[in-house]
């Protein structure tokens, strides 16, 4: 039989662990935050897009400045620290080792190089790829960063975005010209979007380097970022291979959801 003392106890026990979770929750709220304006923001923007109070960013902000993962720079806006670096370098292999098997299915069933991507910073960072056995193929080191706007796992990723935080973007980014194909213009590249959500699918159509036809698909989960591709030269990725590849593209991104919702390590 409990009493009425612990059982008091255990109610403040439990709103205290409620409270923690959520402090936790809202800190990386803010560390997303952070990361999704290009790595540094004001308070009063981190208040607005949050919808927190400033005294409780003040608090949260720090208590992860002391454990290094913010720091405040000379302009006083809020940055990320430098301890993120080891915790990112980590999780973006962990990620890319364990899903180049789900990578390799693709090269097996498409014949092209497939990629995992994501979307971190404003730029698109490859984590893992699985090489075709063609001689012409795409060579993406897992660690090299593009632009969003002119990649098709960029503009899968971008495609889930609201318009206005998409035109924040590529306005902080730029949108340079890469090869002729390249969209330069936000408009442009906003009804882009448009036909990727309709369609479904992302295309890159000699954006980024000429000679390369990318197609693209987001992975359906809302806590990541990420996009796989599978890319070629466009007499190989045309659209009756875009087509044929679509089922195992989506499969495979079905997969991975599932891994990052049940937090596996491997598939």
Known sequence: MTSAGSAGS???????????????????????LIADAGG???????????GLPVPTIHRLLRTLIGAGYVRQDLSRRYALGPRLIRLGDLADRSLGAWAVPLLTRLVEATGETANLAILEGGEVVYLAQAPSAH??????????????HCTAVGKALLAGLPAEEVVALVTRTGMPALTPHTITDPDALLAALA?????GYAVDDGEQELGVRCVAVAVPHPGTRTAISISGPPARVDDAAIAAAMPVLRDVAAQLA?????GHAAP
């Open 10 to 32: 255990t109610a403040a026990g439990d709103a205290a662990g409620s409270a923690g979770v959520q402090s936790v929750r809202r800190a990386f709220e803010l560390l997303e």
């Open 40 to 50: 540094s923001q004001g308070i009063s923007q981190l208040s607005a897009r949050s």
């Open 135 to 148: 001689s012409m193929r795409m060579f993406t080191e897992p660690g090299h960063r593009v632009l969003a």
């Open 195 to 199: 036909a990727c959500r309709a369609q």
């Open 258 to 262: 599932r891994h990052f919702a049940d």
